[in-house]
Every structure is written in C-alpha cells, then in structure tokens.
C-alpha cells in the first residue's frame, strides 16, 4: 500500500500539474493519440522517468497507457491513464505479449482508445 500513498499523495498534491511533452499524460498530450510505456523497462535515464510520479509508477506497474481525450477543437483538456498491475507471480520481464508496442499499430485498437477520449471529453 506504501507505494499506491505515495502516488494518491503525489496525485493530490497542489503543486502537481501537467505540460505538453511532460510525464506520462503530458506525452499522451503532445503525441495526441494513445501514447504507451514499458515501465518494466523503462531506463532511469529516459527522460520520462525524472517525473517522480513516473518513478512512483514504475514499482507498482509494468505498461501504461494515456489516452488524451480531445475536444471538438482539436485542443486535448485531460489524459486518461491506464496501468497494468503484473499478474502474481509473473516477472515483470515477462510480457503476455511480447510484441506490446505493436498495438499502437493496431487500428481498431487506437480507434477504440480514441473513441474512449473522444466520450470522456463529452461526458
């Protein structure tokens, strides 16, 4: 639970916000579609991983994914998040596919998530 704290308590933080390019949501942000990360592999030098959110998630979770929910006026007002906890027992180098980054190939994939944005930003 130490870690899941850490992040709520970063998460609710005042001093936490996002830029364009910054953290995870702020590369779905810059991108403007789907944006996903290996955190199981994920260097301390990627220029992702200086955020301590990022850091925070990294231990608790093996891929992640920002969904950037974008207005009728093309500008993008939130960022999804979505976290796979490792199954137990399974390494975190072991992946269920070992292809994962080939799903942002996938059209009906990427059109489902963008859809989901598309709704989020809506509702």
Not at 14 to 32: D, H, I, S, T
Not at 72 to 97: F, H, I, T
Request: charged share 30%; with cysteine; proline share 4%.
């Amino acid at each position: 639970r130490g870690n899941l704290d850490a992040l709520e308590k970063e998460a609710q933080s005042l001093l936490v916000f996002y830029e364009e390019g910054k953290g995870f949501p702020g590369a779905a942000w810059a991108r403007g579609e789907a944006d996903f990360h290996d955190l199981a592999t994920m260097t301390d030098d990627d220029d992702l991983a200086a955020d301590v959110r990022v850091q925070i998630a990294k231990r608790m979770f093996d891929i992640s994914v920002g969904i950037p929910c974008i207005g009728e006026d093309g500008e993008c007002y939130a960022v999804m998040m979505l976290y796979r906890v490792p199954p137990a027992g399974q390494k975190r180098s072991d992946r269920p596919n070992k292809n994962w980054k080939d799903l942002r190939k996938n059209l009906r994939l990427m059109s489902l998530f963008q859809q989901g944005g598309t709704m989020a930003y809506s509702a």
